[in-house]
């Protein structure tokens, strides 16, 4: 089975503070994917990655960036974390770019902004 | 704006009844992902549906694709305390793009 591995279940941070959450999968997969999920809006793509070192922007990409130097880990960054991106976020990998694959979901970070 | 609207938002049923959640979208998908979510997990997928007029069973749950593969429904017959979850429907064109969910409880 194909684990996907968030780093934290929850995270308390400032406003202000530089965030990383962090996200492993162990099938080699190429297309990993960060969304935040809330309330009433189902969940909202923020970056995906095809592979190493590639990224590309989905819907919502202001005030976060992203890194994937490793086939396996792909990170978000909130370069300047503020109240509105409190939220769940979710992580994500699917095997390639083609249509009609799963994608297999982490568990979720609970992302609080204080 | 989200591509695709799912209803109800929210539907709370009697163990043994039956239930029906829509996805409806204006766009066009190669294909239409069904995944089903419970508290503080992640989203794990249930079908995908190709073609259109598609019809799949998964136990006692059917997934239909429309004819024009814009639309879909998925219905739960005999519902269980255990079919309790977030459904989410998600239209697959290379990155998927996801309804805003329906909340469904299932009262034993």
């Known amino acids: 089975d194909v684990k996907v591995t968030q780093s934290s279940r929850y995270l308390v941070k400032r406003t202000g503070e530089k965030v990383f959450l962090e996200c492993v999968q162990d099938?080699?997969?190429?297309?990993m994917f960060w969304y935040r999920q809330d309330p009433g809006l189902g969940l909202r793509l923020i970056y995906f990655?095809?592979?190493?070192?590639?990224?590309e922007k989905g819907d919502i990409p202001e005030g976060y960036s992203v890194s994937r130097e490793k086939k396996e880990r792909f990170s978000l960054i909130l370069e300047s974390a503020s109240t509105n991106q409190t939220s769940m976020y979710l992580c994500?990998?699917?095997?390639?770019?083609?249509?009609?694959?799963?994608?297999?979901f982490g568990d979720g970070t609970r992302l609080s902004i204080l | 704006t989200q591509l695709l609207e799912q209803s109800p938002q929210f539907l709370s049923i009697q163990e043994g009844e039956n239930l029906t959640v829509y996805c409806n979208s204006s766009s066009v998908f190669s294909s239409l992902q069904w995944y089903r979510q419970e508290p503080g997990e992640g989203p794990v997928l249930l079908v995908t549906v190709v073609t259109g007029g598609e019809v799949k069973k998964l136990k006692r749950l059917t997934f239909q694709f429309g004819d024009a593969r814009k639309d879909s429904s998925l219905h739960i017959t005999a519902a269980q305390p255990g079919d309790t979850g977030l459904y989410l429907c998600a239209g697959d064109d290379y990155k998927l793009s996801f309804g805003a969910g329906t909340t469904v409880t299932v009262r034993a």
């Open positions: 099938m080699d997969h190429e297309n």
């Open positions: 990655s095809y592979d190493v070192k590639m990224k």
């Open positions: 994500a990998s699917r095997e390639t770019g083609y249509s009609n694959q799963p994608q297999h």
